[in-house]
């Protein structure tokens, strides 16, 4: 059997405490390792940028453990986001741009488990149409 690594993180409630406090800390760790290097697609209904994104992650990291440079450093350049509701489908299209050329996107939901069947249904068209 040939193992498939994932070629994307999207990061469904990227602008969250849960993601503040605990994944980017995380996503760090993997970095720091080497472990972390695909894009990194942060998704949220907050209408933020990228910028205001990469502040974020600074801040949890700095609250949370620590800034490592090296590691925050591939974090940031690797770093997208996609602003939009997630029950939108213009949101899963920019998704999808956001995806292309990628073939296994690994999703993460940090959301509301009210939110789970519109987001999952969204991500599988968009992860689809971006592979081709």
Same mark, same amino acid.
């Given at each position: 059997?040939? !193992? @498939?690594?994932? /070629?994307? =993180?999207?990061?469904? &409630?990227?602008?969250?405490?849960?993601?503040?406090?605990? *994944?980017?800390?995380?996503?760090?760790?993997?970095?720091?390792?080497?472990?972390?290097?695909?894009?990194?697609?942060?998704?949220?209904?907050?209408?933020?940028?990228?910028?205001?994104?990469? !502040? @974020?992650?600074? /801040?949890? =990291?700095?609250?949370? &453990?620590?800034?490592?440079?090296?590691?925050?450093?591939? *974090?940031?350049?690797?770093?997208?986001?996609?602003?939009?509701?997630?029950?939108?489908?213009?949101?899963?299209?920019?998704?999808?741009?956001?995806?292309?050329?990628?073939?296994?996107?690994?999703?993460?939901?940090?959301?509301?488990?009210?939110?789970? &069947?519109?987001?999952?249904?969204?991500?599988?068209?968009?992860?689809?149409?971006?592979?081709?």
């Amino acid at each position: 059997m040939t !193992e @498939r690594r994932a /070629d994307a =993180l999207v990061l469904f &409630g990227a602008t969250g405490d849960l993601m503040h406090r605990k *994944i980017y800390p995380a996503l760090q760790a993997l970095a720091r390792r080497g472990d972390l290097d695909v894009p990194i697609i942060g998704i949220a209904r907050a209408g933020w940028s990228r910028a205001r994104l990469v !502040e @974020r992650v600074r /801040d949890g =990291l700095a609250k949370y &453990g620590g800034v490592d440079r090296r590691a925050f450093a591939r *974090i940031a350049k690797n770093l997208r986001y996609v602003d939009g509701d997630y029950r939108d489908p213009a949101t899963y299209d920019r998704l999808c741009r956001a995806l292309e050329g990628t073939r296994c996107p690994l999703f993460y939901l940090a959301i509301p488990p009210s939110l789970f &069947g519109p987001v999952s249904a969204g991500s599988a068209r968009s992860a689809a149409r971006a592979a081709g």
